[in-house]
């Protein structure tokens, strides 16, 4: 069975903890996680095709009219034991 795709979004979700840019270089290890909530277009062409992929080039793509992706980023709970909650140690 193919899955059709509507469109393509693109977020970054990690920011260089120094400057609270978004990482421009894939070793660096000073980030933080992009926490919020984003409301994010949706483009009708597949970012990958692009040259390089580059987060102020994607906003020249064609978005899909009156369509967007609502997301939100957040750290996971923990315990009080500082693990990570999962299906596994949650009653």
Do not use: W
């Amino acid at each position: 069975m193919i899955l059709p795709a509507l469109g393509y979004s693109i977020i970054n979700l990690f920011l260089n903890s120094y400057s609270m840019q978004p990482c421009t270089n894939p070793k660096d290890r000073e980030t933080i996680l992009m926490e919020g909530n984003y409301q994010l277009p949706i483009y009708i062409m597949d970012p990958r095709m692009m040259p390089t992929l580059r987060m102020d080039r994607v906003g020249f793509l064609e978005k899909i009219p009156c369509a967007s992706l609502l997301v939100r980023i957040m750290h996971s709970p923990k315990g009080e034991n500082g693990e990570v909650l999962s299906v596994r140690n949650v009653p």
